[in-house]
């Protein structure tokens, strides 16, 4: 095998398919970086039992030529040292080369490296996904709804399902919901406009999947095509293949969590109440949640205070647009709130409150595609 290519091209490529390999694997080749060369371009593969990354250069593209000289072949590398040499080579272009005895060249400028490769026939076939059920979404559309349910899901092992997003179809909607029974994040897309026709009932996929994903794709108005198989779902744009497994098991029915009617009702600025929140969880990182408690004083204000008998306490008056109904008291954690603050996309959010020891939810004031629900925290 031998490649003549662009350096910052492959940095990219090898900088998505890392994000496959785990140095902790059961099967010692899966620690290795896959390079194969064929006619029409190369493709890096990276992969540990949970995803999959397959990483597309064609030789050139757009009239930009990213690769000057190849001949087929396939390669293990070394998932650490491969990337660390590529990444300092002194010139912008890599020309890499693999001998009989699967002996690597990486050449750059007057540099010159040598690395020991592994055998690619001992990888694991890669499955593509024979499925007819697929479909396709705007990757910044999908890109959204992750980022807005992600971080809610559980870190905690104790119930495996929840460390994964919910996907299903409701009333001809496209549902993302995560919770890890503290905290529920969910955001939902009407079908009409981008897919006709929904393949199955729900899927759990794992919350560190979808990071990974979110962060390798860019942000375009591009496809990206989803295809879906009993235990794997695979996302698929021109140059990229993500491959992950599902979570087995049942999703516990979340929509009776989220409360039909509120007492309370608050209606604030976004960035106002993320900023006076934050500034309350500084004196209430000590105990157990970082709990802040939030008060009405009247139909304007709202006081944000926290406390620690160790080292003090704060106390912060904001005004609201507007507060409807009972007067509130309730404690909860601040990071639960500044996460579910943090991606509102609007200016103002609207906060419903059905007393302090049930869940409240927080949504955008101008539609109900993103909901945030929080367990309030008993302080008395």
């Keep these: 095998m031998k490649i003549v290519i662009n350096r910052d091209k492959l940095m990219e490529s090898i900088q998505h398919v890392t994000k496959a390999i785990s140095s902790k694997t059961a099967i010692p080749i899966l620690a290795g970086l896959k390079i194969q060369a064929t006619t029409n371009g190369i493709t890096l593969t990276g992969s540990n039992s949970d995803i999959t990354i397959e990483s597309f250069i064609p030789i050139e593209e757009e009239g930009i030529q990213f690769i000057d000289e190849l001949e087929a072949g396939e390669i293990i590398v070394h998932a650490k040292y491969f990337p660390e040499i590529i990444r300092k080579l002194p010139s912008e272009t890599a020309a890499i080369q693999v001998d009989e005895q699967l002996q690597v060249t990486i050449q750059s400028g ?64 496209l549902h993302f919901i995560a919770t890890d029974s503290h905290r529920l994040a969910a955001s939902k897309l009407p079908l009409d406009d981008h897919i006709n026709e929904f393949p199955f009932e729900q899927v ?42 599902l979570l087995d098991g049942k999703y516990p029915e979340t929509s009776r969590l989220i409360p039909e009617e509120s007492k309370t009702l608050i209606q604030v600025g976004t960035k106002t109440l993320l900023q006076a929140v934050d500034r309350a969880s500084l004196l209430a990182k000590d105990n157990h949640n970082n709990v802040i408690r939030l008060q009405t004083l009247n139909d304007q204000i709202v006081e944000i205070s926290s406390q620690s008998p ?13 507060i409807d109904g009972e007067e509130l008291k309730i404690s909860f954690s601040s990071k639960y709130m500044i996460d579910a603050l943090k991606i509102m996309e609007t200016d103002q959010v609207k906060i419903e409150f059905t007393g302090a020891m049930r869940p409240f939810i927080i949504k955008p004031i101008d539609h109900d595609q993103i909901l945030q629900l929080i367990l309030p925290v008993r302080t008395f």
Excluded: C, W
């Design 310 to 322: 160790e080292i003090g306490k704060v106390e912060e008056e904001i005004s609201v647009a507007k």
């Design 204 to 245: 759990v996929i794992p919350g560190k999947s979808l990071n990974e994903l979110s962060k390798i794709l860019q942000d375009t108005e591009n496809k990206i095509q989803i295809s879906i198989s009993e235990n794997q779902i695979a996302f698929q744009t021109d140059h990229l293949y993500f491959l992950s497994r």
């Design 110 to 173: 007057h540099a010159e490296f040598h690395l020991n490769g592994q055998d690619a026939e001992e990888y694991p076939q890669i499955s593509q996904i024979q499925t007819e059920t697929n479909f396709e979404l705007p990757i910044n559309l999908l890109k959204n709804m992750i980022k807005q349910t992600v971080f809610a899901v559980s870190t905690s092992e104790t119930r495996p399902i929840l460390t994964g997003v919910n996907i299903k179809v409701e009333n001809e909607e």
